[in-house]
């Protein structure tokens, strides 16, 4: 009786043994479908500093590794010819402003009064001629003097008239006031030479870039002295506030992954240290794995592309940097 039980037990006891390790291999699958692996770098949002203008840098201020404030200044362009554009525009400006507003404003009393008193003058003399025209208008009469004296006479007074006709024109015209069409002329040529104006003083602000957010230099690409064209790129710089984790997982754990969930990131420059984040994107095709992985079997496998937002409060996490991620398919 107690051969046969010691035979039943010993042919139990391997199943007794295969149900338990299938229970901790369960136990133990699923505490791996509980989170997935992947692996990539650091990429950070950058933006490229370039000038609106071309023209030959004068200086650099921020060489590779600085940091940046945004509003920082990055480098200027020689803007000497600018500066007297800027000189020439603003004395036009000036120029046709007084004209305007003289304009504008008509006539000072004391200009008037000083055509008053040449009227006055010239009618004096238009007086005195009248007198000696028909003086010598008389002698002429009496063949006292010759034709040409009287012509002479005659034609002096003549003239006189006709000035005393044109100093009094003015007077009439002085005390009107300019023409309206005059004042829009001169109104027309004070905008043009103020827009003129604000047109230099922009080119002059375009010869200094300043970097339009906070991060850290990149790369430098142009040197002092060289001459660059619009758009040039003078510096690369990271926004170190905005970081992720390029990375790829296979077909096989699309369906598991989804936006916002949260992810454990871990680095070889400081591997005691985990870093938060989450899921930000989920490429919607599919993509050959980057010829940057290693083994050939690997780039020719079909993958997804995943973005990971990176919480670097410390500024610790720089791009490039190789990183491991947890996806934690369940939380707490």
Do not use: C
Not at 20 to 41: H, P
Not at 179 to 190: H, N
């Amino acid at each position: 009786m107690k051969v046969k039980k010691k035979i039943v037990l010993l042919m139990l006891l391997p199943i007794v043994i295969g149900i338990v390790i299938y229970l901790y291999a369960e136990s133990w699958m699923g505490r791996v479908k509980d989170e997935i692996d992947v692996s990539g770098n650091i990429e950070v949002t950058d933006v490229a500093v370039s000038f609106r203008i071309s023209g030959w840098v004068e200086e650099r201020l921020v060489d590779e590794g600085e940091t940046v404030s945004a509003g920082q200044i990055i480098a200027r362009l020689e803007s000497t010819e600018l500066a007297q554009e800027v000189l020439l525009y603003r004395a036009e400006v000036n120029a046709a402003r007084a004209v305007f507003e003289e304009l504008e404003t008509g006539y000072r009393t004391e200009e008037i009064e000083e055509w008053e008193a040449v009227v006055r003058r010239t009618r004096v003399d238009l007086d005195r001629l009248a007198a000696d025209y028909k003086r010598q208008e008389r002698l002429y009469a009496e063949k006292i003097i010759s034709t040409s004296e009287f012509d002479a006479a005659k034609a002096d007074y003549d003239a006189e008239e006709a000035r005393y006709r044109e100093v009094n024109k003015r007077l009439v015209l002085f005390k009107k006031g300019p023409r309206k069409e005059k004042i829009d002329k001169a109104r027309a040529d004070l905008q043009r030479t103020r827009a003129a104006l604000r047109l230099a003083k922009t080119r002059l602000g375009y010869t200094t870039i300043k970097s339009s957010i906070s991060g850290i230099v990149l790369s430098k690409n142009v040197e002092p002295g060289e001459y660059v064209s619009p758009g040039t790129p003078v510096v690369i710089i990271g926004n170190l506030n905005d970081i992720w984790l390029r990375a790829y997982i296979n077909e096989t754990d699309l369906g598991r992954i989804k936006v916002g969930q949260k992810v454990h990131i871990t680095t070889d420059t400081y591997p005691e240290k985990i870093y938060e984040g989450h899921v930000s994107f989920i490429a919607s095709e599919a993509e050959f794995t980057p010829k940057n992985v290693q083994t050939k079997e690997e780039r020719v496998k079909l993958v997804y592309r995943i973005k990971i937002v990176v919480y670097n409060p410390e500024m610790e996490l720089k791009p490039g940097m190789p990183a491991d991620g947890k996806i934690l398919l369940k939380t707490e």
